[in-house]
Antibody
Framework: EVQLVQSGAEVKKPGESLKISCKGSGYSFTTYWIGWVRQMPGKGLQWMGIIYPGDSETRYTPSFQGQVTISADNSISTAYLHWSSLKASDTAMYYC?????????????WGQGTMVTVSS | EIVLTQSPGTLSLSPGERATLSCRASQSFSRSYLAWYQQKPGQAPRLLIYGASSRATGIPDRFSGSGSGTDFTLTISRLDPEDFAVYYCQQYGAFGQGTKLEIK
């Protein structure tokens, strides 16, 4: 079964760092782009950025450039989303998803989501 | 940066009725790489339509997509109670703001 499994919910304080993870299985991890999508409470989906694990090429949308870092570790088929200094406004659900060229640049497989809460 | 605008924001219909959701892109691409997703409360989004008009695996044929250039449509021919959810369109780099389909 093709799946993405994300790390568990996090509660952090402003200024702290955080790295959440997304582990792929059931397919060739290095040959599909992985994207990260933010969903703030009660709001819509926001495309943050994508990574190609095969060569670590990373692309961010302007709103998220410099705010987060996307990386991958091919040895364990895992992608990451990292913050160096969290803000209260980073409170959201974060999804990873597989971008499929077979589905013409659509996200065909989604993780279950990681809820990040930032509060003093 | 592409911007996708969905309309209406909320659509109130009854089971068995036809739903028509729209998505307009701020710029046109030569290939219609437009996708539609369904999201229910507490769940991750699910891919419904890709390439503007192709149904993803396992999606019922009451869901159909159409359009090209900058104007795209998702149609649900006969609403089932399980279809009431939020729907998003997506192109590379962006999502629309969503249309909430609610029971009238």
């Amino acid at each position: 079964e093709v799946q993405l499994v994300q790390s568990g919910a996090e509660v952090k304080k402003p200024g702290e760092s955080l790295k959440i993870s997304c582990k792929g299985s059931g397919y060739s991890f290095t040959t599909y782009w992985i994207g990260w999508v933010r969903q703030m409470p009660g709001k819509g989906l926001q495309w943050m950025g994508i990574i190609y694990p095969g060569d670590s090429e990373t692309r961010y949308t302007p709103s998220f450039q410099g705010q987060v870092t996307i990386s991958a570790d091919n040895s364990i088929s895992t992608a990451y989303l990292h913050w160096s200094s969290l803000k209260a406004s980073d409170t959201a659900m974060y999804y990873c998803a597989r971008l499929s060229s077979r589905y013409e640049d659509a996200f065909d497989i989604w993780g279950q989501g990681t809820m990040v809460t930032v509060s003093s | 940066e592409i911007v996708l605008t969905q309309s209406p924001g909320t659509l109130s219909l009854s089971p068995g009725e036809r739903a028509t959701l729209s998505c307009r892109a701020s710029q046109s691409f030569s290939r219609s790489y437009l996708a539609w997703y369904q999201q229910k409360p507490g769940q991750a989004p699910r891919l419904l339509i890709y390439g503007a008009s192709s149904r993803a695996t396992g999606i019922p044929d009451r869901f159909s997509g159409s359009g090209s250039g900058t104007d795209f449509t998702l149609t649900i021919s006969r609403l089932d109670p399980e279809d009431f959810a939020v729907y998003y369109c997506q192109q590379y780099g962006a999502f629309g703001q969503g249309t909430k389909l609610e029971i009238k």
